[in-house]
């Protein structure tokens, strides 16, 4: 159940319209609605000013609503990890399952001796975080060129044309982690 659900119920069974609560409360009609239909969830004042007018105290508007869960992942080394080979040169290994339900994306990736990732770009609002573990690694952002050895970091707007190019003598391994995900 989400707050909106929990405040539609709570207006319903003290038989007041949304007119009515809005008027109360001085919260806007359009904002009750929103989060009646779970488009919005409102301030803490806003939830304040709705219970004030509702004669409920604030707890009850939140004792329905399930708490977050906390999330823990253990992957054992190399098991079961999904791995996608680029070519015979890149692999990206993901170090998380059911990625596109979370928050990051991690990835390690592996690049052999003279190879590259291919070149790509993601929507807007997507960001990448390099740290090199191994390995010399060329980044290709946009226009510019960055070398990076292990230990070097780089964080970049993944919207700009970018890809990875091992110019080391042995492979480059490196994690990225991409937020929010994306494939």
Do not use: W
């Amino acid at each position: 159940m989400k707050i909106g659900d929990v405040l539609h119920k709570i207006r319903k069974e003290k038989k007041m319209t949304l007119l009515e609560l809005s008027e109360k409360s001085g919260v806007a009609l359009a904002t009750l609605s929103r989060m009646e239909n779970n488009k919005m969830t409102g301030t803490l004042e806003s939830h304040m000013n709705i219970c004030r007018a509702l004669d409920i105290a604030l707890p009850e508007l939140y004792q329905d609503l399930p708490y977050a869960k906390k999330t823990l992942e253990f992957h054992a080394k190399k098991a079961g990890a999904d791995v996608f080979v680029h070519d015979k040169k890149s692999s990206s290994e993901m170090l998380a399952s059911n990625v596109l339900n979370k928050k990051m994306m991690p990835v390690l990736i592996n690049i052999s001796r003279a190879g590259s990732t291919h070149k790509e770009e993601t929507k807007s609002g997507v960001e990448k975080f390099i740290y090199v573990l191994d390995g010399k690694v060329e980044a290709s952002i946009g226009e510019e060129k960055y070398t990076l050895t292990k230990g070097d970091t780089l964080y970049f707007a993944s919207s700009v044309p970018h890809y990875f190019k091992n110019i080391g003598p042995a492979e480059s391994r490196f994690i990225c982690i991409i937020s929010p995900p994306t494939l």
